[in-house]
């Protein structure tokens, strides 16, 4: 059994600053790809940030430059560093991961954490 746990989310005014991050745990043998999604009121889900085991990453023109995504292989922990946060980013976020285990290869995602940014 594997579970990714987020922790880190919250109310902040705009211009300001959020980090959440994302730790999986269970029986664990290999976590290749790990992202960042999230999901407005009224929208579907939409990719924010990703970063590869090698530690590529790529991210949605919305956040270029302002979001910083990070892992910690060590902890099998991924990061979102958010900054200059604007009322748009309002959203329940969610970690995934591609997680290879002792029985299957799948990804995973976790239970999200809910980020309020006020104008």
């Known amino acids: 059994q594997v579970q990714l746990v987020e922790s880190g989310g919250g109310l902040v005014q705009a211009g300001g600053s959020l980090r959440l991050s994302c730790a999986a745990s269970g029986s664990i043998r290999s976590i290749y790809t790990m992202g960042w999604y999230r999901q407005a009121p009224g929208k579907q889900r939409e990719l924010v940030a990703r970063?590869?085991?090698?530690?590529?990453?790529n991210y949605a023109d919305s956040v270029e430059g302002r979001f910083t995504i990070s892992r910690d292989n060590a902890k099998n922990t991924v990061y979102l560093q958010m900054n200059s946060l604007k009322p748009e980013d309002t959203a329940v976020y969610y970690c995934?991961?591609?997680?290879?285990?002792?029985?299957?290869?799948?990804?995973?995602w976790g239970q999200g954490t809910q980020v309020t940014v006020s104008s």
């Open positions: 970063i590869t085991s090698a530690g590529i990453t």
């Open positions: 995934n991961a591609d997680i290879r285990t002792v029985v299957d290869y799948r990804t995973y």
